[in-house]
Structure formats: structure tokens, C-alpha cells
């Protein structure tokens, strides 16, 4: 019975012992979270050549809205912030955007190490500069300036006095047809002409009679009724060989002289420069036959796909500039003077139109290039190089010289702009002001090298 008292007492003490242990592990390890979350950290290895202090407690006041604030120093309602979080620190929005707690000052060991890590800085410039849209463009002749020359009758090409390239000027003759129609449409003129001129003795004649009491009224009237066919035939015949192309010069030259020839003149109807030819010496042709082409290519057309997201910022009137792919050429300049009205269902875009100048003929039909739509006014904007814009946690970051080797983080907001090697600032740098231009990337890998950082 003893023993077996003995037995129980040690399994009591064993039971308290072991729960006494468990709490003591559990009170330890909620001590260390609690101890981490306060700021006990170990110490950020850094190498000795390039020895960088991530400085977390600048001096005097700092506005809430300052973007140049450093880590390290509480705010009002905020902790103070540890030193192994400066050393993995990053920029952190709330969600009005504002930055609570921006990087640290980076801190170079001498000047000579910033020059030998390819550390160079200069002044913020500034330039004229203007937004654009950038799409894809194709040129196309002018509708409106541009014809179509056909025969109008059936026959034989007896002359082709026109040839690709050639610039021509309205009224001049490109072909000549031989046909039977145009024959018996001369014909038919001159016949109905001649029936007018007797109509017309005719209906003279018998009126002076009828107010003598020689000839009865009725005749007179009919007389007139005769009159009034032939001159409606002879107008008829007229207008169906202007329908064939005959203007009046040579409207006068029939009647003049009798011509029956079976010849037609096919004449320009426009100024401008033969883009087609298909007309064969020799050859039969049908009316509908598209002998030539003219277009005037003093403006061209620009038909321009802008997508869907961007058509909203497209105006008439906007400026426009053309770059032809594959050449040098300068840009063709125009402006916008159409919009569609329907997006392309497979490719999302809506074409839209600009006219060109084209006084010395270099920009032709069908070529393909790039247009560049400006969207915003003209501005003097701050520029900076690309290269000197690091992205860091969704922001955007240049460095700032302080002294000879000493660097502050400033937040910026860019834009990107048509030369793929600068950005615009829109805010947070002034012009003139210094930021490093080369070697950024290495001051932005100092506040990242988490992995450097002893767990």
C-alpha cells in the first residue's frame, strides 16, 4: 500500500512538472514575437568597401504629406520602426495614397567608392514637350481628288497619248477611240439641228401667212407643234454626246464643221498625276473599261487604327505626324479630320482619318508607318533619363545627392514620353534640381538587400 501511495505522489510531481515546463515554452516564445515585433533585431551585414548607413533619423519637423520623410522616426498614433525593418524597408501606400513611411537615406563611405560604383549625377532638365498617341497609320490617295477615266463607248484604243506618272491637267486628251457610236451620235446631232433650222423657216412663214388671212390658223399651230419637236430633238442628240464627253469647245467644232468622224477624245477630268494605266493601243474596250487613274497627291489621306481605351482622347483638329516604317524620312505632318463611328469587332480599334501635305510627292498610296496623335497642349516639361527612375513597390524613386556621398530617396510621378530613353516628371522634381543619372540601380539594390540581412 505504501509503494503504491509512493507511485501516485511521483506521477502528480511528473504531471505538474511537465505542465510547468509546456507554459514556460509557450510564455518564451510569445516573449520572443513580441520582443521581434518591438524592434529587437540583429545587426545588417554591410560590405566594408561600400559601407552604406540607411540613416532613419533626420532632424526637425517633418510634414505628414512630405515625401521625403525617413524611417525610423514615429509620427504621432505610430510606433518607432526597428532597425531590421529600415533594413528590409519598403514604400508603403495606404489606400489614399499617401506614403507613410518612405526609405531611408542611403549613405556611401566616401565619395571616391561612389565614383568607382559608377555613381553620376546631374541637374533635372527641361524641354518643350507635348503628348501623343502613337498607332498604327496607312497612307491612301484623297477620294476627293482622285478619278477614274473611262471610254463611255464601245470600240478600238487608236491612241494613247498618256503614261504612268505623267502629270496632266484637266481637259488634256489621254486616248483616243475609234468608234461607231460616236459617229452616229454626231450624226444624229447634226440632222436634228438641221430639222431645227427648217422647223424654224417653216413655223416663220405660215405665222406670217395666218395674221394675212392666207393660211388657216390651224396650220400655223402646227407649224409650231413641228418647231417644238425638232428642238427638243436636236437637244437630246446634243446632251447624249456631252454624256459621251464632249465639252464645248468641241460641241462648237462639230456644228462648225460637219464632223462625223468616229473619233472620241478621252480627256482628264482633273489636275493631277496618272497613278493607273491600262489603256492598250489597239485594243477593243467596253464603256465600263477603267482606262486610268489621276490623283491628285498634293494631300494624301491617313487612315489611322486607334484602339478602343484610346479613341476617347482623340480629337478633330489634333495635330498629326507620320513616320513611314523602315526609312528615315522626316515626319508628314497633318491634322485629324475624321472620326469612325464603330469599333473593328476583331482587332478593337477604330480607324480614324487625317490629311497630310504632300507638296513634294515623297509620301505615296499604301504605305504603312506610325502615326503620332497629339493629345495634349505643348508644356515645358521636366526630363529626365530614364535610367535615373528606379521602381520600387509600386513607386517610382530617384535619388537625390545630399553631400558627396550621401543619397535621399525622392518619390516621383512619371510619364513615359515618345524618346524610349527619358521620362517626364509630373511631380516631385523641379527642374534644375540634382539626381543621380547613372548607377541608381545600385543605391535602389542597398535598400533591397533583404538577403544580406542576418535572421
Do not use: C
Request: zero cysteines; a positive charge; proline letters at 5%.
Amino acid at each position: 500500500m505504501a509503494r503504491a501511495r509512493s507511485s501516485m505522489e511521483w506521477y502528480a510531481i511528473m504531471k505538474r512538472t511537465i505542465r510547468r515546463s509546456i507554459l514556460g515554452l509557450v510564455a518564451l516564445l510569445a516573449a520572443a514575437i513580441a520582443g521581434f515585433g518591438l524592434g529587437w533585431a540583429r545587426p545588417v551585414w554591410i560590405p566594408t568597401w561600400a559601407r552604406v548607413h540607411l540613416d532613419g533619423q533626420p532632424s526637425g519637423p517633418l510634414s505628414p504629406d512630405d515625401p521625403t520623410r525617413f524611417l525610423g522616426r514615429a509620427e504621432p498614433g505610430e510606433r518607432a520602426v526597428s532597425a531590421h525593418e529600415q533594413a528590409g524597408a519598403r514604400v508603403r501606400t495606404d489606400a489614399a495614397g499617401d506614403h507613410r513611411q518612405p526609405l531611408p537615406m542611403v549613405r556611401l563611405a566616401s565619395a571616391e567608392i561612389a565614383r568607382r560604383i559608377g555613381i553620376e549625377a546631374a541637374p533635372a532638365t527641361e524641354e518643350k514637350h507635348a503628348h501623343r498617341l502613337s498607332a498604327n497609320a496607312e497612307t491612301a490617295y484623297d477620294t476627293r481628288r482622285y478619278a477614274t477615266v473611262s471610254p463611255r463607248v464601245a470600240g478600238f484604243l487608236r491612241e494613247v497619248r498618256a503614261d504612268l506618272g505623267q502629270t496632266v491637267r484637266r481637259g488634256e486628251v489621254l486616248a483616243v477611240v475609234d468608234s461607231a457610236e460616236i459617229s452616229a451620235a454626231k450624226t444624229q446631232y447634226l440632222t436634228a439641228r438641221a430639222t431645227v433650222t427648217l422647223a424654224q423657216a417653216t413655223y416663220e412663214r405660215t405665222k406670217s401667212l395666218a395674221r394675212t388671212g392666207q393660211m388657216a390658223a390651224k396650220t400655223e399651230l402646227e407649224s409650231l407643234t413641228a418647231l417644238n419637236q425638232a428642238q427638243a430633238a436636236a437637244r437630246d442628240a446634243e446632251q447624249r454626246l456631252r454624256n459621251l464627253g464632249l465639252d464645248d469647245a468641241e460641241m462648237a467644232r462639230v456644228s462648225g464643221s460637219n464632223d462625223t468622224t468616229s473619233l472620241l477624245n478621252v480627256v482628264a477630268p482633273i489636275d493631277g498625276t496618272v497613278v493607273l494605266l491600262r489603256a492598250v493601243q489597239g485594243e477593243a474596250v467596253q464603256p465600263t473599261a477603267q482606262l486610268f487613274a489621276i490623283a491628285d497627291t498634293s494631300r494624301m489621306w491617313l487612315w489611322i487604327d486607334v484602339y478602343e481605351s484610346d479613341i476617347g482622347q482623340v480629337a478633330l483638329g489634333q495635330p498629326v505626324h507620320f513616320t513611314i516604317s523602315g526609312t528615315e524620312a522626316p515626319a508628314f505632318a497633318g491634322k485629324v479630320t475624321w472620326l469612325g463611328t464603330e469599333v473593328h469587332p476583331t482587332t478593337r480599334t477604330t480607324r480614324i482619318r487625317a490629311e497630310l501635305a504632300n507638296p513634294d510627292g515623297r509620301l505615296r498610296a499604301n504605305q504603312f508607318g506610325k502615326a503620332e496623335i497629339q493629345i495634349g497642349a505643348e508644356h515645358t516639361a521636366v526630363v529626365v533619363p530614364k535610367a535615373a527612375v528606379q521602381r520600387l513597390d509600386g513607386a517610382d524613386l530617384v535619388f537625390l545627392p545630399q553631400g558627396e556621398s550621401s543619397y535621399r530617396p525622392q518619390q516621383v510621378v512619371t510619364r513615359p514620353m515618345e524618346r524610349g530613353d527619358v521620362l517626364e516628371i509630373t511631380r516631385g522634381l523641379k527642374p534644375g534640381q540634382r539626381i543621380v543619372t547613372a548607377g541608381a540601380y545600385r543605391l535602389k539594390s542597398e535598400i533591397t538587400k533583404d538577403a544580406i540581412v542576418e535572421e
